[in-house]
């Protein structure tokens, strides 16, 4: 996940280590320093050369902002270069600066831990919280009803079914509502994961309304007590009117808890803008990022969530049902950052 841009980003490291390294003074050539290893009284006496010594280590240093231009501007090429959107490069790029020139440092604070602390806070500052679909279904009044929309192929169906997995394991019920009636083979491809996961789905003929299905599985949820409805949708471009309609009035016929976009982290910067889209026009909770495991960039996982203003609930890391996982900042800059966990 997201090697490409790890490794530059280590690369980036290395340069601002560097330079920030050049910019602190060594010990011995301080001007306090060359007061005790003169011929006056002072050298005599350890008192005060151990009290000189602690000036010494205490002594401060800045790192101005010319100092780190040149790596600075490298970053942000890296980040536009891997996907990372505009707006979302600016603010880390600031971040950074202000982090590391903003204030005064100790001579013996580490120079990699300063870099590091800056390039984490700044990716955190823009990779938002999370989800804890666990805590939400946990918490909310049942049946918890989540509708899963966006473009076709990205992933939605098979996000369904691992999501399904992922909450049954965790002591959750769940039923599926097959709400892709318009694709062909959609009926079948939702059947087979729903048998394979012992959860049930509810499903019309093929051509039959969505907003029907969807009624009916909120239905048998709520006379079963299932904690979690799942609604597959078929996928449907912002653009494309009819299918939109469909998506207006599934959401008034199901009265949904959640939206979750779903989207395919691959797709890079079109996936943030296409998110940006359904966010105006259908609106949208959270959001899941898909095939992260084939994503060699992250710029849409790092920009998704600032960009729209709604959290990352999950990346999708593979095809089997295991292979998603909540979506942690901190695990996604440990990645990033090449911290092992
Ligand atoms: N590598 C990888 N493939 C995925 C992931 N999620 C979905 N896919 C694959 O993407 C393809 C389209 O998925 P599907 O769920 O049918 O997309 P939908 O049209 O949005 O419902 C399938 O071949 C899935 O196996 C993922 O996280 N990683
Ligand atoms: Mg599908």
């Avoid at 001007?31 to 010494?56: Q, Y």
């Avoid at 892709?180 to 019309?204: C, M, N, P």
């Amino acid at each position: 996940m997201f090697e490409g841009l790890r490794a530059r980003l280590q690369k980036i490291q290395g340069k601002l280590e560097e330079n920030i390294a050049k910019t602190v003074p060594p010990a011995d050539s301080t001007p306090e320093n060359r007061a005790v290893s003169g011929t006056g009284p002072e050298e005599k006496d350890p008192s005060l050369l151990s009290r000189v010594k602690v000036l010494i280590t205490d002594r401060e240093f800045f790192i101005a902002e010319k100092d780190i231009e040149e790596p600075l501007f490298e970053l942000e090429m890296i980040l536009l270069e891997n996907d990372v959107a505009l707006p979302v490069t600016e603010e880390i790029i600031q971040r950074v600066r202000a982090d590391l020139t903003g204030r005064r440092r100790k001579i013996g604070e580490s120079v990699d831990g300063i870099v590091v602390s800056a390039l984490r806070g700044a990716i955190l500052g823009v990779l938002g919280q999370g989800f804890d679909l666990l805590s939400y279904v946990r918490d909310h009044e049942k049946p918890v009803k989540i509708l899963f929309t966006g473009v076709n192929g990205t992933g939605k169906t098979t996000t369904v079914a691992k999501v399904a997995s992922y909450l049954k394991k965790n002591g959750c019920t769940v039923v599926i509502g097959a709400g892709d009636t318009f694709r062909a083979g959609a009926l079948e491809q939702i059947e087979v994961h729903a048998g394979r996961l012992g959860i049930k789905v509810i499903q019309h003929q093929a051509g039959a309304d969505p907003s029907a299905v969807l009624f009916d599985t909120v239905q048998h949820a709520e006379a079963n007590r299932i904690d979690a409805v799942l609604a597959d949708t078929a996928g449907r471009f912002h653009n494309r009117a009819n299918l939109m309609n469909q998506l207006d009035k599934i959401r008034r016929v199901m009265k949904p808890d959640l939206i979750v976009y779903v989207d395919e982290a691959v797709a890079g910067n079109d996936a943030v803008v296409r998110a940006h889209e359904f966010e105006k026009t259908v609106g949208a909770d959270a959001v899941v990022l898909t095939k992260a495991d084939m994503d060699p960039k992250g710029g849409a996982a790092i920009s998704i969530a600032h960009t729209i203003g709604k959290p990352v609930m999950f990346l999708g890391v593979g095809q089997g049902y295991d292979d998603i996982i909540p979506f942690s900042p901190d695990r996604v800059v440990d990645e990033l950052l090449g911290v092992s966990a």
